[in-house]
């Protein structure tokens, strides 16, 4: 798939590559460092991810992913360095302001309170977001994006299957209409025709305008839906560009970077 605003060359290690000629990209971070009071886990990472764009950001165990995920989401401010969204410098700003400029963050993990039933689950964040009137009509256009919790409404979401139990924690994010979402690991834990499931959940979130940040450990899945890749390896981008360009696998698999 093509999407508008793809990149046409190769990036080099640390660029903020991946925007769209004439708009600012959805999220841009510029020279970030980053980490947990003394210990730095980024070292300099620039990336940025255009509107509608779906870039996947990969790469081993502890090199910085989620790290720059909490970075993007605004929940980690970075010691050094900047984080644009959508043009405006929210560099040190609350989350709270992440998420009113259109980003939203799903933790790794399910996220769900499981004694509660699927349209409960749903109805939480929706009261908040949307007020009591509007509570009825955001679950129906959720159940319309996933069918399924739509069937499972009266459920309890301890009793879903793992894969339905993602789909319900990106549907309590994704009825904001975000402009960018921070998917982390999306594909954890779960079994191979789950994953399916899920990336198609994902593509259909992207066709219908928003872009996407997928985290991923092992890089097969977020590569089908990628139209640019970044590398971190320690805190560092060490490749970044149009998956087509580059011999990622090759690269990752011969220095036993992925499975
Ligand atoms: P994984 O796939 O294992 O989650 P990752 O690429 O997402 O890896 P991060 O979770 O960003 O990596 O971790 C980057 C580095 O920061 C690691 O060395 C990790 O041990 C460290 N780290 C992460 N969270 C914390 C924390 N809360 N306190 C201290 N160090 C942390």
Redesign the pocket.
Known sequence: MTAPGRDRHVAQPGTAAASQPGSDPVLELVDVHA??ER?L?LFGVSFAVGERQSVALV?P????????ARVASGLLEPTRGRVVVAGRDLTGQPAHRFAAAGIIHAPEGRSVFSSLTVEENLALPFRRIFGRSGVREAIDRAYEVFPRLGERRRQNAGSLSGGEQRMLSLARVLVDEPKLLIAD?PSLGLAPIVIEEVYEVLQRIRDAGTALLI?E?HIDQALKLADHVVV?EH?HVSIAGRPEDLDLHRSLTLSGKTT
């Open positions: 980490g947990y210990f886990a790469g165990n502890g090199a910085g992913k989620t790290t720059s690991e985290i450990q971190l805190g």
